[in-house]
Antibody, heavy 118, light 106 residues
Framework: EAQLVESGGGLVPPGGSLRVSCTAS????????MNWVRQAPGKGLEWVSY????????LYAESVKGRFTITRDDAENSVVLQMDSLRAEDTAVYYC???????????WGQGTLVTVSA | DIQMTQSPSSLSASVGDRVTITCRAS??????LAWYQQKPGKAPKLLVY???RLESGVPSRFSGSGSGTDYSLTISSLQPEDFATYYC????????FGQGTKVEIK
């Protein structure tokens, strides 16, 4: 059974850094592109970042470009979002999501909460 | 960036009602559109992709349609488990979600 488990969320002060990870199991991780999507408390979904198979392409939302970096390790079946220069508006539940055919988010993890506050 | 506008933002309906949610893109997305369902405290679930293709395991009362800039998700007969928030998402150019439509019990 496919599974995505996020970890690494927590409380960080404004301007700080945090690294959230997503570990996959139950499917051939290297065959899928991966995404991060976030949801601020009581708000809607916001796509954050994408990484293709073999890391050949990476995309970022304008709101995080230059501050967040997505990477993947196919040997470890994991995708990581490194978040720097964090702001209060980055507070959200961060979900990792598998992309079938590069685009369709067909399977999601349960999310990890990131809180940016002094 | 392509902006996605859903309407309505919320609606109240009864079990058995036919419900339609619309999504308008700021430019054509050529059927590169998906619909997701999210229940409180849970991760989103894929319902429809490529504008009208039903995801495996999703009940046939859900259907998607549209073209160009205008798309819709229809629930033919609302069931108790369908009360949730629904999001459209384009993947024609980068990825963008609509703001969501909350379907509540009347």
């Amino acid at each position: 059974e496919a599974q995505l488990v996020e970890s690494g969320g927590g409380l960080v002060p404004p301007g700080g850094s945090l690294r959230v990870s997503c570990t996959a199991s139950g499917f051939q991780f290297s065959s899928y592109a991966m995404n991060w999507v976030r949801q601020a408390p009581g708000k809607g979904l916001e796509w954050v970042s994408y990484i293709s198979r073999r890391s050949s392409a990476k995309l970022y939302a304008e709101s995080v470009k230059g501050r967040f970096t997505i990477t993947r390790d196919d040997a470890e079946n994991s995708v990581v979002l490194q978040m720097d220069s964090l702001r209060a508006e980055d507070t959200a539940v961060y979900y990792c999501a598998r992309a079938r055919g590069e685009y369709v988010l067909d399977f999601w993890g349960q999310g990890t909460l990131v809180t940016v506050s002094a | 960036d392509i902006q996605m506008t859903q309407s309505p933002s919320s609606l109240s309906a009864s079990v058995g009602d036919r419900v339609t949610i619309t999504c308008r893109a700021s430019q054509g997305v050529f059927n590169s559109l998906a619909w997701y369902q999210q229940k409180p405290g849970k991760a989103p679930k894929l319902l429809v992709y490529d504008g009208s293709r039903l995801e495996s395991g999703v009940p046939s009362r859900f259907s998607g349609s549209g073209s160009g800039t205008d798309y819709s998700l229809t629930i033919s007969s609302l069931q108790p488990e369908d009360f949730a928030t629904y999001y459209c998402q384009q993947y024609y150019r980068s990825r963008t979600f609509g703001q969501g439509t909350k379907v509540e019990i009347k």
